[in-house]
């Protein structure tokens, strides 16, 4: 099977195309200087690589940014996926494009559903749920639109390396403890999207199982798994005064039975820590 993977340079993207590869796949790997989605040309790009299975995983993900700069967000995660659905709709191929949890508005008490209605309450969050809609317009007998929640991995600039990096240089931290989500190790979400096109097409949540946490607890965890010393001191997300609000909550679940099973998002974060990547379950 050939496959085509979008924002390659990314931390999800690289690792889609590396495990798609160990799998036998025959594989183009495009960054955005290769196929930039808010150009109109990506559709060309796209057509050419004749690929039968299309995994999108770029994205302008600069929350607070998108705040300063929507139409920036827009041009990429709305109309640079329209563009993208086009093209896989013309070369007749599937497409599996990311979105995240931050379509909720947070306000719900349990995790959210793929039925559950979308009400973003940023530009990122606006942008992504637009992008959606357009993936499902343009091919919705051959598209999936994945939400995660709090990706991670040992790579990167994301929340826990930052955290364990910040952990080493400190004695005491204050970590957010108003925010609930789904932490979800990258590696485990990159091999349980290969396999996701075993589910009817449309939305599907794919996030690591295990209790919904808090940044404050998700944080402990991985410290206390790296054997760092470190005192935490809980906080609020208002305290930081981001650009951009975060939903309270924004955990997820799903209510599709034929999606695969991560395994647990705290066996991820040992995983992390020893880089050693099993595969998913299901």
Not at 24 to 40: F, Q, S
Not at 139 to 166: D, K, M, Q
Not at 187 to 199: C, E, G, I
């Amino acid at each position: 099977m050939r496959v085509l993977v979008l924002g390659a340079g990314g931390q999800l993207g690289a690792l889609i195309a590396g495990a798609a590869r160990e799998a036998g796949d025959e594989v183009v790997a495009y960054t955005r200087a290769e196929a930039d989605l808010a150009v109109d040309d990506v559709f060309d790009t796209i057509c050419d690589a004749r690929a039968d299975v299309i995994y999108n995983a770029a994205a302008f993900t600069d929350v607070d940014r998108a705040e300063a700069d929507p139409a920036g967000a827009f041009a990429v995660n709305d109309l640079g996926v329209r563009r993208v659905a086009r093209a896989a709709r013309a070369s007749d191929a599937r497409l599996v494009t990311f979105s995240t949890d931050y379509v909720f508005d947070g306000r719900a008490g349990r995790p959210y559903d793929e039925g559950d209605l979308a009400i973003p309450m940023q530009a990122y969050g606006r942008s992504k749920r637009a992008g959606e809609i357009a993936a499902l317009e343009e091919h919705p007998e051959a598209t999936w639109v994945v939400r995660t929640c709090w990706v991670f991995s040992a790579g990167g600039r994301t929340f826990l390396p930052s955290i364990l990096r910040l952990a080493r240089e400190r004695d005491e931290l204050s970590v957010v403890a108003d925010q609930v989500g789904s932490p979800t190790y990258a590696p485990d979400l990159a091999l349980a999207a290969l396999s996701v096109t075993a589910a009817a097409p449309g939305v599907v949540h794919l996030v690591s199982a295990g209790p919904p946490t808090s940044r404050l607890e998700l944080a402990r965890e991985a410290i206390t798994a790296a054997g760092l010393a470190v005192t935490l001191h809980p906080t609020t997300a208002a305290a930081f005064a981001a650009a951009a609000p975060r939903p309270a909550n924004s955990s997820l679940t799903s209510r599709v039975s034929s999606v695969p099973v991560l395994p647990d998002w705290r066996d991820g974060v040992a995983r992390m820590l020893s880089q050693q990547v099993p595969c998913p379950r299901g």
